[in-house]
């Protein structure tokens, strides 16, 4: 999950050029396709630009001095308050020699330092998690262990282990997540870096327990992002037209950015037909409606007005156990030849294509039934799975799916 989550977030860094967000957008897969060369994540980049903050953190730790009341020698007496001298007064003697006893110590107020402060308390949250976040971007990576961002993660989990050890012997205690932020917090330039970067891992650890909740929704958005890369790959494929996509800095439901529909617009000149990539349509429509399909392909003519656009189904099934790909295929390709019995429809559903993780083991299965074609895709949104899920994609766009409107 955490894989199809990155690949949705590459979208974001892709749109700070949207001239060029398709073509940053493919890169950004292509590199996701050798799993020697880890994704980029939230801990990468704060391995990348927090270390030296770290470190300023490290020798100049906030410490206060705090007031405490306790037994102490007469020669080291620096300062009394009220109710030290009402314990003196009960003492018995007449001098305060007599009064400070056997030991010559008296009740006085001292000062220790104390690292215990909330801004060291924040500190010391974020340096556990951070531990606990790279270390698990380590794990999903076991093959990337000669790669710059590997060994910057790994030098990273091993510096905030150790700075948080230290503060833990300090007698520094853990802050809470919701915990409102001082004067040091806000104002101080260290202290205020390392309460954004706890911030940001809290809003990552809180939008991947969400994300386990609606995890169909971000791999819809996943596979409608894998089909409009796969239609750029189209021979004599042009985008047209392109939907303004806003990308959400936390996920709604599961769902990272939102856009008009269709998302985008292909020509494809060599066969002279449009294409639109509908992703969750406002109005779907009867017959993919009643084909429960949240993603299509739209194909029309635009040089013949009297042709009917036709639509291409696509499902997007996720599962927690992988899919029965050739019992999908079958059920699915049973479902549109119902459908293209359906009566008074100008538009029709004349193929389907299935997107479903592959849990690591790729595969495409296609099945044909009373003219109707449908391909079942299990892939991942990582290394080979998915060089070979996008392969598969491109497959399916290169048959015979167009047709005559």
Not at 365 to 394: H, P, Q
Request: net charge neutral.
């Amino acid at each position: 999950m955490n894989e199809v989550t990155a690949r949705v977030q590459e979208l974001g860094e892709a749109l700070d050029d949207p001239s060029t967000l398709w073509a940053r957008l493919r890169a950004a897969w292509d590199r996701a396709e050798d799993e020697e060369d880890p994704r980029m994540a939230e801990i990468v980049r704060q391995a990348r630009g927090l270390t030296p903050i770290l470190k300023s953190f490290h020798d100049h730790i906030r410490r206060v001095l705090r007031r405490h009341r306790e037994l102490t020698p007469l020669d080291r007496v620096q300062e009394m308050d009220r109710a030290s001298m009402r314990w003196l007064s009960r003492q018995p003697g007449r001098t305060t020699a007599e009064r400070a006893g056997s030991e010559q110590r008296i009740m006085a107020v001292v000062r220790h330092q104390n690292y215990d402060t909330l801004e060291n308390r924040v500190a010391h949250s974020y340096l556990l998690l951070a531990v606990e976040v790279g270390r698990e971007w380590l794990r999903e990576h076991p093959r990337a262990q000669g790669s710059q961002r590997y060994k910057l993660v790994q030098g990273y989990v091993k510096f905030c282990k150790a700075l948080a050890l230290e503060l833990g012997h300090l007698g520094v205690g853990i802050a809470e997540p919701d915990v409102t932020p001082n004067y040091v917090l806000l104002e101080d330039r260290t202290y205020c870096m390392i309460r954004e970067a706890w911030e940001a891992l809290l809003k990552r650890e809180k939008a991947l327990d969400e994300l386990w909740a609606w995890q169909a929704q971000t791999w819809t958005d996943f596979s409608v992002l894998a089909i409009v890369l796969a239609l750029h790959d189209v021979e004599d494929a042009e985008l047209i037209a392109q939907s303004p996509i806003r990308f959400l800095a936390e996920s709604a439901n599961g769902i990272w950015f939102e856009q008009e529909r269709p998302i985008a617009v292909f020509w494809l000149r060599k066969i002279g037909r449009v294409v639109e990539v509908m992703a969750r349509p406002e109005r779907p429509g009867t017959l993919l409606t009643l084909a429960r399909a949240h993603v299509a392909l739209r194909i029309s003519d635009p040089l013949d007005r009297s042709a009917f656009p036709h639509r291409v189904a696509v499902w997007t099934p996720h599962a927690l156990e992988r899919l029965d790909l050739p019992e999908a295929a079958q059920e699915a390709a049973r479902r549109l030849s119902d459908l293209a019995r359906v009566p008074g429809q100008q538009e029709r559903i004349r193929h389907g294509l299935i997107l479903t993780p592959g849990h690591l083991e790729p595969e495409a299965i296609a099945i044909e039934r009373s003219g109707v074609f449908v391909e079942a895709i299990a892939f991942d949104a990582t290394g080979a799975s998915l060089a070979a899920g996008r392969a598969a994609i491109r497959a399916f766009l290169a048959r015979d799916i167009w047709g005559g409107a």
